[in-house]
């Protein structure tokens, strides 16, 4: 058999669980990155599939993980064209550096997923940031109990990293059961942010800080908090406001402010150099090499 037809047939019978798909071969040999379709039920019962990736490191052979959390843009029109960040994108190269495996999954109402837009609210008056961040660690869950079942990984041990509206839902996620997980990174988690399309103007952010303390109550996994100083979608008091009453209700969290970060720190943890500012901090963090 030619050997160029053995290389394809080795590549169709590869099964890392994730998929049936054939694995993708980063430009860089030591990176794998393979699909993911999770199926999920939407809350009104139908069914659904989650798309995303999982990148490989070079080693170990059966690596910890770490699942990646993706905002939501404040327009409604903007949802059908997320995109989720590749293998060798600054921030999920730092923790493929650092032997972790990487999974990105959009969730349902957004980009490649699609489906209903479960995690929301149809205006200001009524939005409920408690429930739609719980629905958010409910997918998220359903992402970390996929991921435990898969044998090329480990099971234990992971770590959930979400940015704005995936680190509002890291924060819930926090709040209920989550045995395979051992750690919360929360970059400039929140909701509600540029109502109106007005930078530090937020829909009701004292809901935000009643849901950060509800979530405490039951919160106990130690966990990191991130907010730049110019961020303009949760300026630095209501920043402060949701740690103080996620940690006076009880939950784990340490607090990092940054300086500010390039003309957005909402943006710090997708940023150009933006891994340079959390690296470090992370890295200590999660007693990784910084």
């Not at 079942?149 to 959930?160: H, Q, R, T």
């Not at 007005?198 to 907010?227: D, F, K, M």
Request: charged residues 10%; glycine residues 10%; proline residues 8%.
């Amino acid at each position: 058999m030619p050997l160029l037809r053995l290389f394809l047939l080795a590549l169709l019978l590869l099964d890392a669980t994730v998929s049936t798909a054939a694995v993708r071969f980063a430009a860089e040999p030591d990176i794998r990155d393979a699909p993911l379709h999770i199926p999920i039920a939407d809350p009104a019962g139908g069914s659904a599939q989650l798309q995303g990736h999982l990148c490989f490191p070079a080693s170990p052979a059966q690596p910890r993980v770490v699942v990646i959390n993706h905002g939501s843009p404040p327009s409604d029109a903007d949802r059908p064209g997320l995109t989720l960040a590749g293998c060798h994108s600054e921030a999920v190269r730092w923790f493929l550096d650092r032997h972790y495996a990487v999974a990105l999954v959009i969730r349902l109402g957004y980009g490649a997923t699609g489906g209903s837009w479960s995690e929301g609210y149809t205006q200001c008056s009524t939005a409920d940031f408690y429930q739609a961040g719980l629905e958010t660690a409910r997918q998220i869950n359903v992402i970390v109990d996929f991921l435990a079942a898969n044998p090329a990984l480990n099971p234990n041990g992971m770590v959930i990293v979400g940015q704005s509206a995936g680190g509002w839902g890291a924060i819930a996620y926090d709040s209920l059961p989550h045995p395979h997980v051992a750690a919360f990174i929360n970059m400039a988690g929140g909701r509600g942010g540029h109502y109106h399309s007005q930078p530090g103007n937020n829909c009701h952010p004292e809901r935000l800080v009643a849901a950060a303390a509800r979530y405490g109550h039951s919160a106990r996994t130690p966990a990191l908090w991130i907010y730049a100083q110019n961020d303009s979608y949760f300026d630095p008091p209501l920043a402060q406001a949701m740690y103080r009453a996620f940690t006076q209700a009880g939950g784990r969290a340490e607090w990092l402010a940054p300086a500010a970060f390039s003309r957005d720190g909402h943006h710090l943890f997708f940023g150009k150099g933006g891994t340079a500012i959390w690296g470090p901090p992370v890295a200590q963090f999660l007693h990784v090499a910084p």
